[in-house]
DNA sequence: GCTAGATTGACAGTACACTTACAATATGGC
DNA sequence: GCCATATTGTAAGTGTACTGTCAATCTAGC
């Protein structure tokens, strides 16, 4: 009866997709950085300011639920876009619990000029890649991210942010 | 001769590499976690860990190295990890800058305590895609972040870990 | 052997990313 | 209308992840 355990090598973290995910997301954000050094965005502020964008008066419950990003993170991401004067909050009527963000003139602006430079920093990421297999590594990608939504502390709710507009229409 | 912008719709965070890899990541830590959290261990400590027993007397620098970690960050890791008395931080003879990591009985039971739970994490992780397309989502990961790795803030140098030996041996 | 430059570890600062807790407010059941 | 419950925003606490800077120390060139 063998009940040797197996070696513990680096293997153990070089192979497995935990690891490979941790590393990628360090290189896209490094990426990400690098060609947006400029407008001094962060990924998650940008994915705010599209998001802001697309669904005007949305609040920050389901401004966390379209991005898929923490609450509670999202009231300092949200502060810092406000100071630097990207995105304007204002009380709800209907309410008073409520602060509804609004993009700026500036902070539209803003989105229009970057967006060059994040589709750059997009593709760099896969950039090393075969054609062919950037497609494959996208698609099966995207659709272990919707496979695996659940699973995260922060499931993406896309929908939400159609909610706001039932109440008043 | 047109020169209108395409509009900014979700659809320019959602089908972006950069917003699947920041999901994927939340994701894989969510899962970590909640297989692991019996042991009260990050995928970063796991990672440290499991160098620190491939490579004992290896120092902060090399290590932050071969797991591709940042330096700075690392000093609070291992900190972490002494005072849950896994590792112990021994200063070098040869050197009195560096300080040498090992682990201790304690932090040697726990790796092979764990291996299990992380095992059943990563496989949770790829579970969702049909077998066939796990094995390509790896390859494909493995060979992007290898060739990605100088875009990293941390470039992986697995053979720094070998260094420390040449200059006594 | 002494000094210029590199290395090492430590620290301060910014920004995610998550947890739990809490007060103000809104809502639905009665 | 009143109250249990839920929602919203905020804050404190922990842990990555990176940028810088700094002093102590080592090493190489001379």
């Known amino acids: 009866m063998r009940n040797k355990t197996p070696p513990v090598t680096m293997d153990a973290v070089y192979s497995k997709p935990g690891y ?4 990628m997301q360090q290189i896209a954000v490094a990426i990400f950085m690098e060609e ?3 407008c001094d965005l962060t990924p ?34 949200i502060e810092r876009l406000e100071t630097k004067q990207y995105i304007e909050r ?4 209907e309410d008073k619990r409520v602060k509804l963000l609004y993009l700026t003139r500036s902070g539209a602006a803003l989105l229009r000029d970057i967006m060059p430079s994040v589709d750059r920093a997009q593709a760099r990421m896969l950039q090393p ?5 950037r497609k494959t590594l996208l698609a099966l990608l995207t659709q272990l991210v919707d496979l695996n939504n659940e699973a995260s502390r922060v499931p993406l709710r896309a929908e939400d942010a159609l909610e706001h507009l039932g109440k008043s229409g």
């Open 36 to 38: 947006c050094r400029a």
């Open 44 to 77: 998650v502020q940008f994915a705010a300011l599209v998001a802001i964008h697309t669904h005007p008066a949305i609040d920050a419950t389901r401004l966390s639920a379209v991005i898929a990003f923490d609450r509670s993170t999202l009231g300092n991401v």
């Open 90 to 93: 204002k009380p709800a009527a």
């Open 20 to 23: 490979l995910f941790r590393r």
């Open 129 to 133: 890649l075969k054609p062919a297999d």
